[in-house]
């Protein structure tokens, strides 16, 4: 699920760094940039461009990878006069972005989308202090782990929708997925209770804002983040500002609705707890919708994309299942940027208050020291001898230190239970006459176009799987 908590932003769109075409004249080098103080920075590849590093949109974690193989753990690339360290190794982001996230819990200014799209109320784009305490507190109140196994019933029953759907129409799982984490998320953030689907208006009325989210965040999409002012003129920013005003008032309904459901004022807990307006309450459970919905479908795909490309594992996973599984089998089945606020040394390298830091996951999924072979496909690297999770070994897949995405632990059951009842319910295999594109999920957003065909072959006969289905547990 992860993530416009933290907005959700793939790491390719937030490390796409836009420079002017133009060119310096002559030869161009790798250099140490200073700090103000004490050790230099990080190393910085060459680059010809005279508004700083170009990376192109599609991809651009090779080009980010290659260049910590070449240069080391920590890069220095530049945009315009603002230097932005990426970091691509497991022991440096530990280091760095756990051991001291106090140093780099804050976010970058960003006034497009964090100030005029959203009002400055997306948690994702709030500064750290008082405010950014108050809304984190109420979602780690309602996604705690304790709190999030109360939603296991619930994600039991559209697992079982999401089962159901794919023996109808097989097809269009990428729907089937996307329906299931609406669905969830709507029922969890606002009680509804009438079905959902991925065709839904209010559904689709989200996504399109969250698109909106992600051109805004494209390096000089909005002129206003380089020229802050522009935010004060009147006639700049009417699409964003129109966006704005349509979000509110979609957020409001649905703060509304719960009350109506509920005849009574549930603002009364998070008022006397934690202290937010009704506006603040609104826009906390549409960002958990709009972070949760897509990430959450595209994780699905991508574990049901792995299964079909690497059959052999597939069949490890089924061979351990024998009845419908639930998470009672989860023990026994293991299978956005920050900113510093103060100076981080690590090593021999500076990195100064106010810096954009950025952990690059391709680059550190590819750590040799950490993951061996790192291009195999081996599950088994995450368990020990005793076939359970390792625990001196993690990835960093809902960001890290204190901005972590708090609704982690739901995003890991939605996960579990889907792809697990799915691979229990059929076969995957590939369609081999369609065309493949392993790294198109990559974007964290849920596509128009299919990255990968899959045939899903019933591993029972039809009536009784579907006799089965009825008799798995369903809730309301």
Not at 150 to 178: G, K
Not at 217 to 242: C, E, F, N, Q, T
Not at 464 to 473: A, D, E, G, H, K
Request: hydrophobic fraction near 40%; charge should be neutral.
């Amino acid at each position: 699920m992860v993530q416009m908590l933290d907005l959700s932003i793939s790491d390719n769109a937030q490390l796409v760094l836009s420079a002017a075409d133009l060119l310096l004249v002559g030869a161009s080098w790798i250099y140490f940039p200073k700090s103000e103080h004490g050790p230099p920075l990080p190393p910085s590849p060459p680059t010809w461009h005279l508004l700083g590093h170009f990376l192109h949109l599609r991809n651009s974690f090779f080009t980010i990878a290659g260049w910590i193989d070449r240069y080391g753990p920590l890069i220095t690339i530049s945009s315009g006069t603002e230097n932005i360290i990426i970091i691509g190794r497991y022991k440096a982001v530990v280091d760095i972005m756990e051991k001291q996230g106090g140093s780099l819990a804050d976010c970058p200014r960003m006034i497009a989308a964090g100030e005029i799209l959203s009002g400055g109320r997306a948690i994702g784009f709030m500064h750290t202090g008082d405010r950014f305490r108050r809304v984190r507190g109420a979602l780690h109140s309602h996604l705690q782990p304790k709190v999030a196994e109360v939603y296991q019933p619930l994600q039991m029953s559209h697992a079982r929708n999401t089962v159901l759907d794919i023996l109808d129409d097989p097809y269009n799982f990428q729907n089937h997925a996307t329906t299931y984490a609406a669905a969830s998320i709507m029922k969890i953030t606002c009680g509804k209770t009438t079905p959902t689907s991925a065709s839904d208006p209010e559904v689709r009325e989200v996504h399109r804002l969250f698109e909106r989210f992600r051109t805004a965040l494209h390096p000089g999409a909005y002129l206003v983040d380089s020229i802050p002012w522009l935010k004060y003129l009147p006639w700049y920013g009417l699409d964003l500002k129109r966006q704005f005003e349509s979000t509110g008032k979609l957020y409001t309904n649905q703060l509304n609705r719960v009350k109506q459901q509920l005849q009574s004022d549930v603002d009364v807990e998070n008022e006397r707890l934690h202290h937010l307006t009704e506006t603040e309450m609104a826009f906390l459970g549409g960002a958990l919708f709009g972070a949760g919905s897509d990430t959450t479908a595209v994780a699905i795909c991508t574990v049901l994309m792995a299964a079909a490309c690497f059959p052999e594992e597939q069949a490890k996973v089924q061979a351990e299942i024998c009845t419908a599984p639930t998470f009672t089998d989860q023990e026994s089945l293991p299978r956005f940027a920050h900113r510093t606020t103060e100076d981080v040394i690590w090593e021999n390298y500076s990195i100064p208050a106010g810096t954009m830091v950025f952990g690059n996951h391709w680059a550190i999924s590819q750590d040799p020291e950490v993951y061996p072979d790192p291009d195999t496909f081996k599950p088994q690297r995450w368990t020990n001898d005793q076939g359970r999770m390792r625990e001196d070994l993690k990835f960093f897949v809902y960001r890290f230190g204190r901005r972590i995405c708090p609704a982690q632990h739901v995003a890991n059951r939605s996960v579990f239970i889907n792809s697990l009842l799915i691979l229990w319910a059929f076969q995957l295999t590939l369609d081999p006459t369609k065309p493949l594109d392993d790294l198109r999920f990559m974007t964290g957003a849920m596509l128009n176009d299919r990255p990968c065909a899959i045939d899903f072959k019933a591993r029972f006969p039809e009536v009784n799987l579907r006799r089965m289905m009825q008799n798995y547990p369903v809730i309301a």
